[in-house]
Structures are given as structure tokens and as C-alpha cells.
């Protein structure tokens, strides 16, 4: 693979610390590192805890993916003047070309990978690799998504299909089938689990019935979706897509199913809800990312990638005030909203 390629970082997901059992780094998964790094980490770490402490901020870490074939987990350190550093904590090695899609449960520790060649991983964040690939005579996945509790990932592949798997085997639970030859790549489920969505390369937003597989509506708006939420408050989906809009599909007033939020002057890439589900970030390509209330879909904080490179993914810290995005100028980086 291309050097510039493989240097490339693309995904990114978020957790906390703490969550990772008792919130210790296991000494013998840290990475080695060259002599001096691992110690100027501790010693920057040890300085800022207190603060940390201070403010009340939990301890959390950003996971990357991109043209490497490995995941990269480390700890958001914020110092006294608001700049960040990333620690690295754990490095995964995950058999693949590179990861391109990312998802993580809602308890932070465990994520899903699509690979550049179309196999999803299962990996603790903590452990590593679970399942190297699963639906083992399925190919060419495009998207991961997990369920509201974490117990099931859905993965959308390049035939127009979405997948239901159990996370704790690796086994095919269900299958929905949109009834388009398109490669699907975003997919969502609601947060009562009661409804799947997925967005195609052409631009088709398909919702099926969760339990029964069946398809309830296709919804065309005719350029490439890359990315689905779900706000529960107001019972819509919204979907990045490639014509500068955030579109919002209501899933139970199909009056207002055309409607999108405007204000982004390139395709929109990437979205993700703050934990709390008060607010979601959308990121476009040209490196300008959107914090939205979730209530009223109106834009409250808007900032541009400082390295003005092209803006890949976006994902909300699990603190609720930060916001983690990848870009291809700078691997990782965090703003306050």
C-alpha cells in the first residue's frame, strides 16, 4: 500500500477509561515505545491528572482506524491551556488492508472495523481482536453499527444487504435486504432498536421494520449518504449527504421526510449524538465540523480543522463537552463545545 495512503487515519470512536474494567493501563498490551516517550506520556499524564481531576472530567480515549492495519487507542489529555495530547495506550494489529468504518458500544469496550477489503472485525479495546472476520462466507462490507444495548453489530455490504450479528459469537441473527444492488454504506439502528436504517453510494435511505426484515420505506435523494443517526426525542434519522446537507427523515410524519439542515459548503462526511443525546456533530469534507441542539436542529458552534486538510470523521467524546475528529492533515484531535 502507498505510503501516503497507509499514513492515512480515517475512523475514529471514543469511550471512556474507567469503563475498561478498572480503568488501568494492562502493562503488558502498551506498545513499545522508543526510549524517553513512554516516560515523558507518565510524566505529562501524572501532571495533568490533577486537573482532570479538578474539572471533573472522566477519563477518556479516542480509537483511529485508517490506511495502518492496526487500531490505535489513547488517552485525550487536555492541559491548562486547552491543547491536546494523545498518549497512545494500546495498538491492535487487525487483519486487513486498512479500517475505513468504525463503531464502538455504548459501554466503550468493544469495536467493530470494516475494512478496506470488505471484512469486519469484532476487537476489545482493551484485549484486542475478538473475531478477526465474522459472517465468514459474506464479503465486501462497507459499514458497522451496534445496537442500543451493544449486543448485536449490523453491517452493510456492497450487494445492498445489511447483516445482524451476535457480538458474543460472531453469528448471523437476521438479514434485511433493501432490494438494491447498491453498496450500503452507513446503517443505523433506533434507539428502542425498533427500526434499522441505511444509506446507499446512490443515495436511497432504506428503513426496515427491525424484527421482521421488512422494508418501509425508500426515501431517494439522489447523492451519496455516508453517514445515520437517530435522535429518540423527535423519532427521526439524520443522514450526511454528499450534496452539503444534513437530511431528516421522520419516521412516523412522512410529510416532513424531505426536509435537511443546511450550512455546510462540502459533502457531509461523518455524524455522531453526544451520549447524552442533547446535541450531534456533523463534519464535512472541507474540515468544517457543526455541533447541532438535538431539540431544535439549529447550529450552535461551528469550527474548522485547523490543518484545513480533508475532514474525515467525527465522534462526541463520552464527556459530552468534546468533540474528537480525524482528518488527513493531523491523525486525531478534540474541540470544546
Known amino acids: ?133 465474522i459472517g465468514m462466507n459474506i464479503r465486501n462490507f462497507w459499514s458497522v453499527a451496534f445496537d442500543p444495548k451493544g449486543e448485536f453489530v449490523y453491517a ?53 421494520d427491525s424484527a421482521t426484515s421488512f422494508v418501509l420505506k425508500h426515501i431517494h435523494f439522489k447523492k451519496a449518504l455516508r453517514s445515520i443517526v437517530f435522535i429518540q426525542e423527535q423519532s427521526i434519522f439524520l443522514a450526511a449527504c454528499d450534496d452539503h446537507s444534513v437530511k431528516i427523515v421522520n419516521i412516523l410524519d412522512s410529510e416532513t421526510e424531505h426536509t435537511a439542515l443546511m450550512g455546510h459548503r462540502s459533502r457531509v462526511v461523518s455524524l455522531d449524538m453526544s451520549p447524552d443525546g442533547r446535541r450531534f456533530a456533523s463534519g464535512s469534507s472541507d474540515g468544517v465540523v457543526r455541533v447541532w441542539d438535538a431539540r431544535y436542529n439549529k447550529c450552535s458552534i461551528t469550527f474548522i480543522n485547523s490543518e484545513k486538510s480533508r475532514l474525515w470523521d467525527v465522534a462526541f467524546a463520552k464527556s459530552n463537552t468534546l468533540v474528537a475528529y480525524v482528518s488527513s492533515g493531523k491523525d486525531q484531535d478534540v474541540h470544546y463545545c
Request: aromatic content about 6%.
Open 1 to 133: 500500500m502507498d505510503s501516503h495512503i497507509r499514513d492515512n487515519t480515517w475512523a475514529c470512536v471514543c469511550g471512556l477509561i474507567d469503563n475498561l474494567d478498572d480503568g488501568k493501563v494492562d502493562e503488558k498490551l502498551v506498545i513499545d515505545q522508543p526510549k524517553g516517550v513512554e516516560e515523558e506520556n507518565e510524566e505529562k499524564r501524572q501532571s495533568l491528572e490533577q486537573k482532570d481531576q479538578q474539572q471533573q472530567m472522566p477519563r477518556q480515549f479516542i480509537a483511529t482506524g485508517g490506511g495502518r492495519s492496526d487500531i490505535r487507542v489513547s488517552e485525550i489529555v487536555i492541559d491548562e491551556d486547552f491543547n491536546a495530547a494523545f498518549p497512545l495506550l494500546y495498538e491492535h494489529p487487525v487483519p486487513s488492508l486498512g479500517i475505513h468504518n468504525m463503531a464502538i458500544t455504548p459501554d466503550g469496550k468493544t469495536i467493530a472495523t470494516v475494512s478496506v477489503d470488505g471484512l469486519v472485525s469484532i476487537v476489545d479495546v482493551k484485549q484486542g481482536v475478538r473475531f478477526e472476520s
Open 156 to 208: 452493510g455490504n456492497g450487494n445492498g444487504r445489511v447483516y445482524k450479528f451476535i457480538i458474543d459469537n460472531g453469528h448471523l441473527l437476521q438479514e434485511y435486504n433493501s432490494q438494491r444492488m447498491q453498496k450500503i454504506i452507513c446503517v443505523c439502528s433506533s434507539t428502542n432498536d425498533k427500526y434499522v436504517a441505511s444509506g446507499d453510494f446512490e443515495g436511497c435511505f432504506t428503513l426496515y
